[in-house]
């Protein structure tokens, strides 16, 4: 299949961070294949999309989520930590099983393409029903499965979830066009022992399987790291070995200067998830010295019970502007940075150049938002109105690999009512 986006606003995210006016960006089959000024040649070969008074730009990356917790939306909110984990969403998770995930993973796909996402990076459970969603829904993740257990032994070679990690590792990575790509999801250093640590390490590397991680989350665990093993959680990972492999560590809001040097001598990228964190009062991860060290920052929702929706556009905006209330400095984490970190930052979090910027040659995960809102007019600096003044709901279309997976209002390959009927029928059953 062949498109043609005519004349649009491209908002590139290439390294020159180039705004095109008036512009055609032709795809072909899975990739794009042309973006510039001329009118490309063939063009009547293809299919057109009127782009006047739109702007196109790259599919946002959702760096950190867990995709099924949308069941779980809105169910336990303004509560501690704690109560809120053990008192709720565990018991909750406990009935859940792997339809229902199947289900719940294709809501939160829905609100991912109407609100301009098009890959997320999420660790959950029922890894296998996640993975069939997002196979029928056509959009790209990277998946891993959570495992955790705090037991000191030396072998786990019985330990269900790594084991199942292994077989999901195996059965899905690079399926589905490559859209799917898998890693291995160690829970966090207060549910895994370093014993087990060690040896979800060691079963990724041999499968050449990167690592998905809560790192640093929250002053407990921080404090209790220091107690536990003396020293700070990213070092206890960083002398497990755990950073040998590419690894995305997801929160790292209390991470010190000697933990921002660990992580970027190791290419190690940070999930930054302001909303999560915001509404978990676990505090607020210091984005600037990271970026100015030279980590890869990205951004993510992380799950929909602790946040409580998957819109992307609301991270950047959060990502922007906390920094300058908490540090009264307006000039840290500008429109364009937070842009970056959820779109091409994205891309080299997953060791991929051809996501995250609109270029020849690259996949063709891009959407559309319609300028024609009121509060996109006057649209001057269009960084700053993407950041500050853009609604997920601007978003009119969205592409993954080619194929339109959501065009106003209405999405190409999931049946939107029936989701909605077996998710309150899901419902019903769980939360009680
Ligand atoms: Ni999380």
């Not at 540090?327 to 984490?333: C, E, G, H, I, R």
């Not at 997976?405 to 009680?432: A, S």
Request: glycine share 8%.
């Amino acid at each position: 299949m062949k498109y043609l986006f005519r004349n649009a606003m491209v908002i590139t995210m290439n390294s020159e961070m180039e705004i095109l006016e008036n512009c055609d960006v032709v795809v072909k089959d899975d990739r794009i294949v042309y973006v510039g000024k001329a009118k490309p040649e063939n063009a009547e070969h293809s299919k057109v999309i009127d782009c006047t008074r739109k702007l196109l730009m790259p599919g946002l990356i959702n760096g950190h989520t867990h995709v099924p917790m949308t069941l779980l939306r809105n169910y336990a909110d303004d509560k501690e930590l704690q109560t809120w984990l053990f008192d709720y969403i565990f018991p909750a998770e406990e009935k859940l099983e792997g339809r229902d995930v199947y289900y719940g993973s294709l809501l939160g796909i829905m609100e991912m393409l109407a609100s301009g996402t098009t890959c997320f990076i999420d660790m959950y459970f029922f890894m296998d029903d996640i993975a069939e969603a997002v196979e029928k829904s056509g959009i790209r993740a990277h998946l891993s499965r959570g495992v955790s257990t705090n037991d000191r032994g030396s072998d786990f070679s019985d330990h269900k979830g790594l084991n199942e990690s292994i077989e999901f590792y195996k059965k899905w990575n690079g399926v589905a066009c490559g859209r799917i790509t898998g890693a291995f999801g160690p829970h966090a250093i207060y549910t895994c022992s370093p014993e087990f640590l060690k040896a979800v390490r060691n079963a990724a590397e041999k499968l050449g399987a990167p690592i998905h991680v809560h790192l640093d989350e929250t002053r407990t665990e921080h404090e209790d790291s220091l107690r536990n093993f003396g020293k700070t959680p990213a070092k206890h990972l960083y002398d497990l070995g755990l950073f040998d492999l590419k690894t995305i560590a997801a929160h790292c809001v209390w991470v010190t200067p000697d933990d921002i040097a660990l992580l970027r001598e190791k290419d190690v990228t940070v999930a930054h998830n302001p909303g999560s964190n915001l509404k978990l009062a676990s505090g607020i991860a210091p984005v600037p010295e990271m970026i100015e060290a030279g980590v890869n920052v990205i951004l993510g929702t992380d799950g929909a019970s602790s946040n409580n929706n998957l819109n992307m556009f609301e991270e950047i905006n959060l990502a922007a502007l906390i920094q300058k209330g908490v540090k009264l400095d307006p000039l840290l984490v500008n429109a364009q940075e937070a842009l970056k970190m959820a779109t091409v930052n994205g891309g080299k979090a997953l060791g991929r150049k051809d996501l995250g910027s609109i270029k020849p040659g690259n996949k063709a995960d891009l959407i559309l938002l319609d300028l024609d809102k009121p509060h996109m007019n006057p649209l001057n600096k269009p960084c700053s109105a993407l950041a500050y003044s853009a609604q997920a709901a601007d978003v009119c279309l969205t592409m993954v690999d080619g194929r339109i997976l959501y065009r106003d209002g209405e999405f190409k390959t999931i049946d939107q009512e029936k989701v909605y009927y077996q998710i309150q029928k899901i419902c019903r059953r769980i939360l009680n």
